[in-house]
């Protein structure tokens, strides 16, 4: 038989338990909440501003904007005269006022029968599962008389732990602490404040009651409780896999070399990268620096990012905000910048701050002291800026040039540049005085003589020293830079740059052109040849269902549905015999027939018989050809110098081939010998006419003749000029802790 003191404790547990469980928060159509049984009847009348459910047999309120606590039957456990109330836990909260003296938010702690346990004094607090154990922070007062935030660790008596002097305090499951001091040095504390693992580390990572990841000036490692290492070294990144297994990472061997493999200096950062032909960006810690040509530090790393120099100069950022140096490593402009960005020609700097733009020169100088909403930097040193919503022009000096303002402004272009004014569009100068006057709807500059007007439907060809329309134009299209094929009428005619008539509109269709600068023209279903001072050099004739560009003084034309050639003249100097054909290229014409390709002369005479699947014209007397879905090249007599035998060949710029095979690479001579046997996966020529090249995952240099100048060995590879940063990376180690 159980004792009655204990069925009744039972029973009081299990109705405090069913009732807390019963009653809920409600909220009433006055908006206010109470707390009603599981039918909706409001045990609890209505009368807070929020209300959360009960917690061991509490539950907190907002009333009057003021936290509070109540029980089951609606009597105040704790009056609402609180800022701020946090969960309970272990009959435990957190309190929050609002100080008057101080206007801090100051937090203290409470048991839920409203016994104040610590006084409300800290402007931070941070609690265990169960309230026992707090970080807090507070205001304290340097020597200097400055107020500064700092940190430690109390109990729920208000028991200091560990000192409230420190920047920062993490834990790892409140049994143990790192914490950073004002010199930046990290140390370890366990629960009763006792200094474990050793002490002034740079940084710590990952951290237990076993061990610990932390960072000296030679790197990461991991230590134990009494300070011993347990990595052999020192590594790059160590990442803690799970409990006791730890991935290491080694520093990658780094060196800078020449061409020729000679070292210019080595090292062990994080990463190198160029930053100019004389200086090098080096990562540590998260952060970036520079050395020099010798490998010597001339900036330290304190910045987050250092773009590449650029004109002498580079954006470098830290805590998202971004400043300028200079070559010479002078900070132009601070890192307070939101955003900053630097002409390549002039050096003219925009800086964004408080979402407006300053500009200051590649001295660092403020231009002017005028912020704009925007900036768009122009050549010459010139710039359109934006103010109250008006566009004006700058000279280099930051004063305003001509005598207007813009509502839309375009990029200077060939000393001009289409502005919108009061809805319409004109041309101005650098200057900033009216060249056409803006009663446009559109404007676009077309060359250095010449505007296109949109007006009513109407393109009107404008000469922008005359100021005359030269043509007004339904359709135009620009060719080879300097020509523009007109549509008027529906009929097509050309000009030159200037406005020139070449051809006088009047035909359906008029061509580009190529070297031999001979346009094809149709009119009525007539073929013809125009050259570009507008002479005929064949007259239309209807002989032809379609007509080519004129090459090497034959012209590809379709007759019947068969391909041959006129000359210029107009004489069928190669019969439409053939399924289709390509212009003549370095004396010889590709043609088709019966599905294959082949190559023919001028005199007709067939030079190489059709027997490939595909083909490309000739190109310094080569061609590249495919047979039986491979590629090979042929020269001008037909011989294959290299048979048909790789998935594909790419030209590059001095003559020389990349063959490729099976996603492998190699290279081919222009005489069609093989000079980088097939087998790289990268094989990418330099400016220098060297290869960098990748095989097997290691990097390595080869030269134009195949000779290796960089062992391939390296497991990454960067590259400027005749320098090379290469850099060995041995494979992640794993250890595990018993």
């Not at 800290?122 to 169960?130: A, C, E, L, R, S």
């Not at 540590?284 to 100069?313: A, M, S, T, W, Y």
């Not at 001979?518 to 279903?525: A, S």
């Amino acid at each position: 038989m159980k004792p009655l003191f204990l069925t009744i404790f039972f029973q009081v547990l299990f109705l405090n338990s069913l009732l807390s469980s019963d009653i809920k928060p409600k909220q009433s159509t006055n908006g206010l909440y109470g707390y009603a049984d599981e039918k909706g009847k409001f045990i609890i009348e209505p009368r807070f501003e929020k209300a959360f459910p009960f917690e061991n047999g509490v539950a907190r309120i907002l009333e009057k904007k003021l936290w509070g606590l109540i029980d089951q039957k609606g009597n105040y456990k704790i009056s609402p005269k609180y800022y701020e109330l946090q969960g309970v836990k272990n009959n435990l909260l957190i309190v929050g006022i609002n100080d008057s003296k101080s206007g801090l938010i100051l937090y203290g702690l409470m048991d839920i029968t409203g016994r104040e346990l610590i006084k409300p004094q800290y402007q931070f607090v941070t609690p265990d599962y169960n309230n026992q154990i707090l970080i807090v922070g507070k205001t304290l007062l340097n020597n200097n008389g400055k107020t500064k935030i700092r940190f430690g660790l109390i109990n729920n008596k208000n028991n200091i732990l560990i000192p409230i002097t420190f920047k920062e305090i993490k834990h790892a499951r409140f049994r143990t602490f790192a914490t950073r001091n004002d010199n930046n040095l990290w140390n370890l504390f366990d629960v009763d404040g006792k200094t474990i693992f050793g002490k002034d580390y740079l940084s710590i990572n990952d951290f237990d009651e076993i061990s610990a990841v932390v960072e000296n000036k030679e790197g990461w490692t991991i230590v134990s409780p009494d300070g011993k290492y347990l990595t052999d070294g020192n590594f790059r990144k160590i990442i803690k896999k799970n409990a006791d297994v730890f991935e290491l990472l080694s520093f990658p061997f780094i060196k800078v070399v020449d061409n020729k493999h000679s070292i210019l200096f080595s090292t062990q950062y994080d990463e190198l990268n160029f930053a100019n032909e004389n200086l090098y960006i080096f990562k540590k810690d998260e952060r970036e620096g520079l050395l020099n040509e010798k490998g010597n530090v001339v900036l330290e790393n304190k910045f987050n990012v250092i773009q590449n120099f650029k004109n002498g100069l580079s954006i470098v950022k830290s805590n998202n905000k971004y400043g300028v140096i200079n070559q010479k490593l002078q900070q132009l402009l601070p890192t307070t910048y939101e955003k900053i960005e630097i002409d390549s020609l002039n050096g003219i700097i925009k800086a964004l701050t408080n979402k407006t733009w300053v500009v200051f020169n590649r001295l660092g100088k403020p231009i002017n002291n005028i912020k704009y909403e925007d900036v768009k930097v122009q050549p010459y040193a010139m710039m359109f800026v934006k103010q109250d919503k008006l566009w004006f022009l700058l000279n280099s000096d930051g004063k305003v040039v001509g005598p207007n303002w813009f509502n839309k402004v375009s990029d200077i272009t060939n000393f001009h540049a289409v502005v919108n004014y009061k809805n319409g569009y004109g041309l101005i100068d650098t200057k900033g005085n009216w060249v056409i006057e803006p009663v446009f709807d559109s404007l676009k500059i077309i060359s250095t003589h010449l505007v296109v007007a949109y007006s009513k439907g109407i393109n009107n060809i404008i000469n922008i020293f005359n100021k005359n329309i030269q043509f007004a134009v339904e359709k135009f299209e620009l060719i080879h830079s300097n020509y523009l094929i007109i549509t008027i009428g529906g009929k097509k005619g050309l000009i030159n740059y200037r406005g020139k008539e070449i051809v006088q509109p009047g035909y359906d269709f008029i061509s580009d052109f190529s070297k031999d600068s001979i346009i094809t023209i149709l009119k009525d279903k007539k073929y013809g040849l125009i050259d570009l001072k507008g002479n005929f050099i064949l007259k239309t004739i209807a002989t032809c269902d379609e007509m080519g560009i004129m090459q090497e003084e034959r012209v590809p034309i379709k007759i019947k549905n068969k391909y041959g050639f006129f000359d210029k003249e107009g004489g069928l100097r190669i019969a439409n015999r053939y399924e289709s054909v390509l212009p003549f290229s370095n004396g010889l014409a590709a043609f088709l027939l019966k599905g294959k390709w082949g190559f023919i002369n001028k005199a007709e005479e067939i030079i190489i018989q059709p027997q490939y699947d595909k083909i490309e014209n000739f190109k310094n007397e080569i061609a590249i050809v495919q047979k039986n879905n491979k590629w090979g090249i042929l020269n001008k007599n037909g011989l294959e110098i290299l048979k048909p035998q790789f998935d594909n060949i790419y030209p590059l710029p001095n003559g020389k081939y990349i063959s490729e095979s099976a996603g492998k690479k190699g290279l081919i001579g222009s005489n069609g010998k093989e000079i980088i046997p097939i087998g790289y996966d990268i094989l990418q020529q330099l400016n220098s006419c060297d290869f960098l090249a990748k095989k097997n995952g290691k990097y390595g240099l080869l030269t134009s003749n195949g000779m290796v100048a960089i062992p391939l060995m390296y497991d990454k590879m960067k590259a400027n000029g005749k320098y090379f940063i290469i850099s060995i990376e041995d494979p992640p180690k794993r250890i595990e802790l018993k």
